[in-house]
Structures are given as structure tokens and as C-alpha cells.
């Protein structure tokens, strides 16, 4: 079966693919990442997935409202959270600095995921506006296509800090070379992100055994792992 699903999930998911086909292996699961408003247009054209995990809960309920999938299929898996993520060879004190590291003389270029398709890219405009900054920022934003495009952006140096998913800053190729200062919760709306099960969906029983493990007790403590919790 397949799966269309938000970057931010990468390695929170892999994990519970990987997880799910020990207790499956009947089941093969392949998995596409990306923008979740980039797969909503996609989706609206039919493409060939089985289930959509969006960083959001807005794209799996409009694709319910029109008619793509089931009411009955959605579900609430997480609520994301944002970090302030610099290398661990920059010079900024992000604990210290907080949210004004992004207006910091030093900093040219800060890397977000675009706001356009991107739920975790309008939760960073979201951020810098409620914490009084995006004035003095919006001039150094790069944009990533996806949250995982922009924090490659910040890891690579084609940016010197990023407003990226706490998931990604947990993940391995981020957790140990770089630095994050988690954004309030209370600085931007929630980032409840769910899925659906297309109403096309040619493995619908797999779908919901994936549904099934990711919400159950194993999936939750994947999810955990990498700061995906059901609390802001």
C-alpha cells in the first residue's frame, strides 16, 4: 500500500513502517514525502495513493468535504511543534538569543517550509509575527518547498538558521549536529496534523492497519520519540 506523507514525518515514519512490517510482513508499505498542500493538489487529481498524512488536519478535512475520501477514515495522529535550529558550528547562543537568533546581524539567511503549501511554513510566518520579529526577518527568509527542504537548507549553509519541526531536529542527521530553541506553542495555532484514507484507495484493509498501528501504542512511541505528542 501507499502512503502520501508530510516531510516532517521522514524519520518518525520509517520507523514505524519498519515497526509495522515486522508485525506484517504480508504488508509492504512505500511511502512518498512532501509539501501536504503539494499531495492535496495532487490528490485532487486522483494520485495513486492509499492514505494521506498531512502536517495538517485543514487538507485531509477539505478532501473530505470534497467528496475524495471518508469522513469515517480521518484521524488526528499528532501536534507538531517548531524550533529555532542553527548548526552546532555557529556562533549564536540559540538558548540565549531565543527567537531574535533570526534577526541577529550574523544571520543572512533564515530557511522556513513555504507558508503557500506548507503548514509548517504558515506556523513559522505565524510564529515570527506573534513574537514581534517578522518585520526585521522577512527580507532573509528562504523558502524551502517543504519543512525538510528548509532545514536541508540551514544543515547545508545556504542558510545560517531555520525555523524547522522539532521531528526533524530529533531526527539523526540533525539531532547531533545542531543546536534548536523550541518556539512557544502559544506563538502560532496548533499544528494538529492527521490523515485520511482515500476514497480510491486499492489496499483500503492496509490503510487501516497502518491507521490502526501508527495511533495504537507502538506507533504512539515512535512518534513520541521524535517530540510528536497529542498535547501542544
Known amino acids: 500500500m501507499s502512503i502520501a506523507a508530510a516531510s516532517d514525518l521522514k524519520f518518525a515514519l520509517d520507523d514505524i513502517v519498519l515497526a509495522f512490517e515486522r508485525q506484517h510482513p504480508d504488508i509492504s508499505v512505500g511511502v ?20 494521506f498524512l498531512s502536517a495538517d488536519v485543514e487538507y485531509p478535512r477539505k478532501l473530505v468535504e470534497q ?21 552546532q558550528s555557529s556562533p549564536l547562543d540559540v538558548d540565549a538569543l531565543g527567537i531574535r ?20 511554513g504558515r506556523a513559522a510566518e505565524a510564529a515570527l509575527k506573534s513574537l514581534k520579529v517578522y518585520d526585521a526577518v522577512q527580507d532573509r527568509l528562504v523558502f524551502g518547498e517543504s519543512v525538510a527542504q528548509a ?31 523550541r518556539v512557544p506553542a502559544d506563538a502560532h495555532p496548533p499544528l ?11 489496499d483500503r484493509a492496509a490503510a487501516e492497519e497502518v491507521r490502526r498501528f501508527m495511533t495504537g501504542a507502538a506507533g504512539r512511541a515512535i512518534l513520541e520519540r521524535y517530540g510528536f505528542t497529542l498535547e501542544r
Not at 76 to 86: C, D, E, M, R, S
Open 32 to 51: 512518498t514525502y512532501g509539501a501536504s498542500g503539494m499531495f492535496f493538489a495532487q490528490l485532487l487529481s486522483r494520485a495513486p495513493f492509499d492514505l
Open 67 to 87: 467528496g475524495q475520501a471518508e469522513k469515517t477514515t480521518e484521524f488526528l495522529y499528532a501536534i507538531g511543534h517548531l524550533v529555532v535550529w542553527v548548526p
Open 101 to 120: 537568533t533570526v534577526i541577529d546581524p550574523a544571520v543572512r539567511r533564515v530557511a522556513i517550509a513555504n507558508p503557500r503549501h506548507a503548514p509548517y
Open 151 to 181: 532545514a536541508q537548507f540551514v544543515s547545508s549553509a545556504a542558510a545560517d538558521a531555520g525555523i524547522i519541526a522539532l521531528s526533524l531536529a530529533l531526527s539523526p542527521p540533525l539531532r547531533d549536529t545542531g543546536r534548536f530553541w
Open 192 to 202: 494538529e496534523q492527521g490523515g485520511v484514507i482515500l476514497s480510491w484507495a486499492r
